[in-house]
């Protein structure tokens, strides 16, 4: 089962207030932006970008990953590494909320989601 209502509802509010903080300005989100959406029981950071040949089409960086276990009640986080793969995120594998994940994305204290 996918998050339930009340969960989807959590996390929009949390990823709205992340991407008023971190969005680049009006002006050139048309060149550059950032995003979420959910899969299954995941909640995924993007960004989006016009393809380089083709500026018509936009093309989407995965950024950082989280999922949700409901046994254990915390938040795995992941991120893709340059073989396009998600690995565990080991300096903190897991949270105990949406609005923590989203806080160490912030942080990016290892340099793992913005480089």
């Given at each position: ?10 996390i929009e ?70 073989d396009l ?31």
């Amino acid at each position: 089962m996918a998050f339930n209502e009340i969960e989807n509802k959590s996390i929009e509010k949390a990823a709205t207030a992340f991407l008023a903080l971190r969005r680049p300005q009006p002006e050139i989100r048309d060149q550059v932006d950032l995003g979420w959406r959910t899969k299954g029981h995941s909640v995924l950071l993007f960004e989006t970008r016009p393809v380089f040949d083709d500026p018509s089409r936009k093309i989407e960086h995965l950024i950082a990953k989280t999922t949700y276990n409901r046994r254990q009640n915390l938040w795995k986080i992941f991120w893709l590494r340059q073989d396009l793969k998600w690995h565990g995120y080991t300096p903190h594998q897991y949270v105990k909320s949406i609005d923590a994940f989203l806080k160490l994305v912030d942080e990016d204290a290892y340099g793992c989601f913005w480089g």
